[in-house]
Nanobody
Framework: VQLVESGGGLVQPGGSLTLSCVVSGFTFSSYAMSWYRQAPGQERELVAH????????KYKDSVKGRFTISRDNYKNTVYLQMNDLKPEDSAVYYC?????????WGQGTQVTVSS
């Protein structure tokens, strides 16, 4: 099982980024996927979640209306579109899946929101 995130970077407040996570090693379309983030000195927190078919999504309250999670089951990829970014969104972002009962993580991608 492999999850590889990309798309992070430095962006000004109010800007946008789209994160991608390409997965392999399991039947992607059968699994719900999540994005988490972890800022320095803080616990890792759930940002967004999407069902295996993509019909159901859930968001952390502070990102509702600004972030959108989506997936392409043909490309084995899950996305996180982030708009109106704020300094408090700065963190390492991880995609994640529960595979064989174990939560599995990618290596993460850094998002820094700063002027």
């Amino acid at each position: 099982v492999q999850l590889v995130e990309s798309g992070g970077g430095l962006v000004q407040p109010g800007g946008s980024l789209t994160l991608s996570c390409v997965v392999s090693g399991f039947t992607f379309s059968s699994y719900a996927m999540s994005w988490y983030r972890q800022a320095p000195g803080q616990e890792r927190e759930l940002v967004a979640h999407i069902s295996n078919g993509g019909r159901t999504t859930k968001y952390k309250d502070s990102v509702k209306g600004r972030f959108t999670i989506s997936r392409d089951n043909y490309k084995n990829t899950v996305y996180l579109q982030m708009n109106d970014l704020k300094p408090e969104d700065s963190a390492v972002y991880y995609c994640s899946v529960i595979y064989n009962g174990v939560r599995t993580w990618g290596q993460g991608t850094q998002v820094t929101v700063s002027s």
